[in-house]
């Protein structure tokens, strides 16, 4: 960015839209542990009776749950790039 008021505008928008995307991106994270984390560790099984998931699901949630962030996060920069 060039020196100028005129760019301080964008400058803030964009802070605005980058902290926007940050605390969604922290939300989305927290709500997905929040369920997944107690399913894995088998508190299913009180609610559905055998019901256990796997180690190798519980890894292909945690990568959802990583990709869903990262995509999030490479949206953001789409949309910073119309500001």
Not at 27 to 55: D, E, K
Not at 66 to 75: E, R
Request: charged share 10%.
């Amino acid at each position: 960015m060039s020196g100028g008021v005129t760019n301080l505008v964008r400058a803030i928008e964009l802070a605005r839209m980058t902290r926007r995307a940050i605390w969604g991106n922290l939300l989305l994270s927290l709500v997905y542990n929040a369920v997944g984390i107690p399913l894995a560790a088998g508190l299913g099984t009180l609610f559905w009776a055998g019901m256990v998931i796997p180690p190798s699901f519980a890894a292909l949630a945690m990568v959802a749950s990583d990709a869903s962030v990262a995509l999030n996060s490479t949206w953001l920069a789409v949309r910073l790039r119309r500001v």
